[in-house]
């Protein structure tokens, strides 16, 4: 049975909690939060108690490659999941190639997604690093049908480019209140509609994600040297 | 002469927000939705029709083609507004017979 995990919710403090029993609610086993991580430590027992694994996650907004390699050096052994938002062709370059960066995502905004793209040598290179590739459901919500349909024509582009270079794919819902949280076959449903089949979206929300996770928790626990080698 | 049926799929919806919404409200956004999506020849292949809807708990039973349950939920998870309010659709179950939904509808009540 599949293991389903929604990589990103943003959550307000006062409502981290409803959407935890949402989460469970909806049949979620795992939820990625991008919030203060002393908030996340704190509602972990109560995630527990609702068969969650909580994940904790940072979103980088950086302004140049520079910057990048900054919050790259300062944020990667704290968080277990961390994802950059390239809003410039360079910093997207940047992001895939580089080893600590576990997610490529872009911005939801019609006018700068047309600007920056995931494209074929971002996918290649992303594809070596196994960096994944997110299209996140809070893109695409409450758009009116114009926009709607440009953003899924270019995300069906960069799906594209995703498959065939075979960087995996994940998608998540980035909700930041619980009327914007989706179950995970509805989840998957939408990358139906870019081209993907059942079972690559289902695997979207399940077992990329969370080899994504479990290799992150290796790469931060105890003994680790690089990929591969281990003190036992 | 044998006539071959079409195939059906039925699926159990649910309605949340923070107001309650009549059945005709409810297929209208859902049809509303299908349209932006998959367009008129989307629409004529999905062919949802809502079932039934109890208006007190905000649930339903919503028929759809068998071959196109995937664009069908695809259209219903991108509803966000029904008449102006917020609002969000979910699928709970799918199934291939609505006596199956229904009996679980009265294993839930009992």
């Given at each position: 049975m599949r293991r389903f995990i929604d990589l990103h919710i943003n959550p307000l403090n006062e409502r981290i909690k409803e959407m935890l029993e949402k989460a469970s609610e909806l049949g979620y086993k795992g939820l990625g939060i991008s919030t203060d991580l002393d908030l996340v430590e704190s509602v972990k027992g109560e995630a527990s108690v609702l068969g969650l694994d909580i994940v904790s996650r940072v979103n980088l907004k950086p302004h140049n490659t520079n910057d990048l390699t900054k919050s790259l050096r300062r944020m990667r052994r704290s968080f277990e999941i961390l994802s950059v938002e390239c809003s410039s062709r360079a910093i997207a370059r940047q992001a895939a190639k580089?080893?600590?960066?576990?997610i490529l995502r872009f911005p939801g905004e019609l006018q700068q997604r047309l600007k920056v793209r995931f494209d074929r040598q971002e996918a290649n290179l992303a594809a070596d690093l196994n960096c994944a590739y997110e299209v996140s459901l809070s893109d695409l919500l409450g758009k009116g049908p114009r926009v709607l349909s440009r953003l899924l024509s270019v995300m069906r582009e960069e799906v594209q480019n995703a498959e065939k270079f075979d960087t995996p794919i994940v998608v998540s819902s980035?909700?930041?209140?619980?009327?914007?949280m989706r179950e995970p076959r509805a989840m998957a449903s939408m990358l139906s509609l870019l081209g993907l089949d059942e079972e690559q979206s289902l695997n979207a929300v399940s077992s990329h994600p969370w080899y994504i996770v479990s290799a992150n928790r290796g790469k931060l626990?105890?003994?680790?040297?690089?990929p591969g080698l281990k003190v036992v | 002469m044998p006539v071959r049926r079409k195939g059906r799929r039925y699926l159990r919806i649910r309605v949340e927000s923070p107001r309650g919404f009549t059945d005709k409200e409810v297929i209208n956004s859902i049809q509303r939705g299908i349209l932006e999506i998959h367009g008129v020849q989307g629409l004529s292949q999905i062919e949802?029709?809502?079932?039934?809807?109890?208006?007190?708990?905000?649930r339903g039973i919503l028929r759809c083609n068998r071959d196109r349950v995937s664009e069908a939920r695809a259209a219903i998870t991108l509803v966000t507004a029904i008449e102006g309010t917020p609002a969000a659709m979910h699928v709970i179950r799918v199934s291939g017979t609505i006596r199956s939904l229904r009996r679980e509808v009265e294993t839930c009540k009992e």
């Amino acid at each position: 049975m599949r293991r389903f995990i929604d990589l990103h919710i943003n959550p307000l403090n006062e409502r981290i909690k409803e959407m935890l029993e949402k989460a469970s609610e909806l049949g979620y086993k795992g939820l990625g939060i991008s919030t203060d991580l002393d908030l996340v430590e704190s509602v972990k027992g109560e995630a527990s108690v609702l068969g969650l694994d909580i994940v904790s996650r940072v979103n980088l907004k950086p302004h140049n490659t520079n910057d990048l390699t900054k919050s790259l050096r300062r944020m990667r052994r704290s968080f277990e999941i961390l994802s950059v938002e390239c809003s410039s062709r360079a910093i997207a370059r940047q992001a895939a190639k580089d080893h600590r960066v576990d997610i490529l995502r872009f911005p939801g905004e019609l006018q700068q997604r047309l600007k920056v793209r995931f494209d074929r040598q971002e996918a290649n290179l992303a594809a070596d690093l196994n960096c994944a590739y997110e299209v996140s459901l809070s893109d695409l919500l409450g758009k009116g049908p114009r926009v709607l349909s440009r953003l899924l024509s270019v995300m069906r582009e960069e799906v594209q480019n995703a498959e065939k270079f075979d960087t995996p794919i994940v998608v998540s819902s980035g909700a930041d209140t619980p009327l914007l949280m989706r179950e995970p076959r509805a989840m998957a449903s939408m990358l139906s509609l870019l081209g993907l089949d059942e079972e690559q979206s289902l695997n979207a929300v399940s077992s990329h994600p969370w080899y994504i996770v479990s290799a992150n928790r290796g790469k931060l626990g105890p003994g680790f040297i690089s990929p591969g080698l281990k003190v036992v | 002469m044998p006539v071959r049926r079409k195939g059906r799929r039925y699926l159990r919806i649910r309605v949340e927000s923070p107001r309650g919404f009549t059945d005709k409200e409810v297929i209208n956004s859902i049809q509303r939705g299908i349209l932006e999506i998959h367009g008129v020849q989307g629409l004529s292949q999905i062919e949802p029709v809502l079932l039934e809807f109890d208006e007190e708990d905000q649930r339903g039973i919503l028929r759809c083609n068998r071959d196109r349950v995937s664009e069908a939920r695809a259209a219903i998870t991108l509803v966000t507004a029904i008449e102006g309010t917020p609002a969000a659709m979910h699928v709970i179950r799918v199934s291939g017979t609505i006596r199956s939904l229904r009996r679980e509808v009265e294993t839930c009540k009992e």
